[in-house]
């Protein structure tokens, strides 16, 4: 890994130092560098990616699971494309599979495998073809909402007035930025189980309840159903850290330096010029720049620049990454293991228990039924898995939990996870024909191969105040006040903020980080 001069003071001025070199950084920082910009990236850990990585967490094991973030929507192809980037995505041919007991049976709601399984799974959990005419009208809705609003995340900052007349539906306004979400959801649906699978769009990672009058659970639905145009969520080949990989491959060719195990601890800039000094196992520097891309979240920039930080944002999601010796076998006796879970596989996620699980977690206890959703990496791309592993049969699978705010860890972190994942991993097997433990493999310690990570984790391990995996909570895609031209701008004229927590952050895009490289390149040419 190349690194800077190891002196008090480096001896040149970097045209932009990046303080962070997670994905939107490495964006940046490729898009700089091919611009003929020289860049410094700065990395405090180890090596480059943040959360955007692939880790063999299983001691002894040869499966690489994304640890933390796994699916790919926001990305546009038009980065990929831009810098050359050595990076595929594999669809998933089911978009959702979701278990529950009705009329003393065990059933479920497939959607994917085609329109006429589709509409036959509608039909044989609500007696009709309602629902699912109604699922239809309402993502052709949010489709076309997409392709209208997906293509502006890389463009300069949309007015809001500008923005409406793109969507050019009033209807669809209406319902994703004006009023709660779960009035639309409530208009369309009927049947509590469809309700609440649509809703799970608006609470990833966030705290919510379908009818907040702040509209941050529209803002997350927007930003779940408006990738690519088409709201698809797609498998990494190779995992997350495929990704990071390429794009870190793409700044060094371009010419960008990596240094990883520099940590920056102060930034001072007078709108024209800037230093950055870090530290490093080998003391102290100071590099100069014209330009300083904080690829942080909004409080570690106010840290930095010595500003009074912003209010954390609280992170509301529990993380498990699995490996298993099989794909367990489920009650529903119409249910494929291989196709329910290659898509999300949903928990306890029926409207009123989404309900029920927000009410308790605002009230400073764990949920009854902890809603969460499932999917299995490893059928759509098994070369995460090494030769061995894939030839027995093996699988990863990766949770993610709905409704669990980091002040319910406050108390005891390690005993409330466990309580946590122990309740949730139960309502899995309430709808499993064999318990989840009995297909879980061993490390080479003889440990089932399980982890699971807490908002509180989150912020210890990645530096994400209150554990958000949004940085803060996620912006609408137009400008507001102070928001700028492209939305990275801070108040220091060639300081900018290229994290998740720039407007149209949040996600795996690399929106931010292009948008920021935008920025300094307008800047260039007046």
């Known amino acids: 890994m190349t690194t800077p001069p190891s002196t008090s003071r480096t001896s040149r001025t970097y045209d932009a130092v990046i303080v962070g070199g997670g994905h939107n950084g490495l964006v940046a920082a490729a898009y700089l560098a091919r611009a003929g910009r020289s860049v410094l990236v700065l990395e405090r850990l180890d090596h480059t990616g943040g959360a955007a990585v692939s880790t063999r967490p299983f001691a002894g094991v040869d499966a690489r699971l994304s640890r933390y973030s796994y699916l790919v929507s926001l990305l546009p192809r038009k980065i990929v494309r831009d810098l050359g980037l050595d990076f595929r995505v594999r669809g998933r041919t089911v978009s959702s599979y979701t278990p529950v007991e009705r009329g003393g049976r065990p059933t479920g709601l497939l959607v994917g495998g085609g329109e006429r399984r589709t509409r036959e799974s509608f039909a044989r959990l609500t007696g009709s073809d309602r629902e699912y005419a109604a699922w239809q009208r309402f993502y052709a809705m949010t489709g076309r909402v997409a392709q209208r609003v997906f293509p502006t995340l890389t463009e300069p900052l949309p007015t809001r007035d ?83 990989d390429a794009l870190a ?50 409080q570690e920039l106010a840290a930095l620049t010595g500003e009074a930080p912003p209010s954390p944002a609280e992170g509301a999601q529990l993380k498990v990454n699995m490996l298993l010796t099989r794909l367990p076998r489920l ?122 990570r807490s908002p509180l984790d989150l912020e210890r391990d990645l530096r994400l105040p209150g554990g958000n995996i949004f940085h803060r909570e996620l912006s609408w895609p137009h400008a507001q006040e102070g928001t700028g031209h492209w939305g990275v701008e801070t108040g220091v004229a060639n300081v900018l903020l290229c994290g998740a927590g720039a407007v149209r952050g949040g996600g795996v895009s690399g929106v931010p980080g292009h948008n920021a490289a935008m920025a300094v390149l307008d800047g260039a040419r007046g």
């Open 162 to 244: 500008e923005l409406r007349r793109r969507v050019d539906d009033e209807a669809a306004w209406r319902a994703l930025f004006e009023e709660p979400v779960g009035a639309a959801i409530e208009e369309h649906f009927v049947d509590d189980l469809v309700r609440g699978v649509a809703l799970t769009d608006a609470l990833i990672g966030t705290f919510a309840d379908a009818h907040d009058p702040s509209l941050l659970q529209n803002r997350c639905f927007l930003y779940h159903v408006i990738g690519g145009g088409t709201g698809a969520w797609d498998v990494p080949v190779g995992g997350m850290g495929a990704l990071t």
């Open 249 to 298: 491959d793409a700044a060094r060719a371009a010419g960008a330096v990596l240094a990883t195990g520099h940590e920056a601890v102060r930034i001072e800039a007078d709108g024209r010029t800037a230093e950055v000094t870090h530290r490093s196992a080998d003391g102290e520097h100071v590099a100069a720049a014209r330009h300083v891309l904080v690829n942080a979240s909004p």
């Open 331 to 452: 009650r529903d006796p119409e249910a494929d293991p291989r196709e329910a879970f290659a898509g999300t596989f949903h928990i306890a996620e029926g409207y009123e228990q989404l309900a029920a699980a927000h009410t308790r977690a605002s009230a400073g206890e764990l949920p009854d039924a902890p809603p969460s959703e499932i999917y299995c990496h490893s059928l759509t791309d098994p070369t995460v898995l090494g030769p061995g592993l894939a030839a027995r049969g093996m699988h990863t699978l990766t949770l993610f939990g709905l409704h669990t705010p980091a002040r319910l860890f406050a108390r005891d972190n390690d005993a409330v996870r466990e309580e946590l994942l122990k309740s949730t991993l139960a309502q899995l097997d309430a709808h499993l024909a064999e318990p989840l433990a009995d297909c879980l493999a061993t490390d080479a310690d003889g440990r089932p191969c399980i982890e699971a």
